[in-house]
Nanobody, 127 residues
Framework: QVQLVESGGGLAQAGGSLRLSCAAS????????MGWFRQAPGNEREFVAA????????RYAASVKGRFTIARDNDKNTVYLQMNRLKSEDTAVYYC????????????????????WGQGTQVTVSS
């Protein structure tokens, strides 16, 4: 089992920045990748960014590319999402997720590929 705890959400003005953190504990050696997803009221959960745990390969949604950066600190078992130039449409609950290592895998953008989830943290961007 892997436990995930997000932190760092809150209120920001449009054009501002926030940094989310996700601390992983438990069987972290079994993680292939970590991802960030978000869900706004009435919307489906959507992919934001992901990073492979060992090699640091990244992938971003088109809507956040160039504004958000995902990074990991393996020593701290923590993944970060630096969010710059925030827009009102970035308002959502942000979830951290972990994709378990099975074998030969690719970095997925689908929520169904991820095995473990955090509780979510609210990000609100005021215009």
């Amino acid at each position: 089992q892997v436990q995930l705890v997000e932190s760092g959400g809150g209120l920001a003005q449009a054009g501002g920045s926030l940094r989310l953190s996700c601390a992983a504990s438990g069987r972290t050696f079994s993680i292939y990748a970590m991802g960030w997803f978000r869900q706004a009221p009435g919307n489906e959960r959507e992919f934001v960014a992901a990073i492979t745990w060992n090699s640091g390969i990244t992938r971003y949604a088109a809507s956040v590319k160039g504004r958000f950066t995902i990074a990991r600190d393996n020593d701290k078992n923590t993944v970060y999402l630096q969010m710059n130039r925030l827009k009102s449409e970035d308002t959502a609950v942000y979830y951290c997720a972990a994709d378990r290592l099975y074998g030969i895998q690719t970095l997925s953008t689908s929520p169904s590929s991820y095995d473990y989830w955090g509780q979510g943290t609210q990000v609100t961007v005021s215009s």
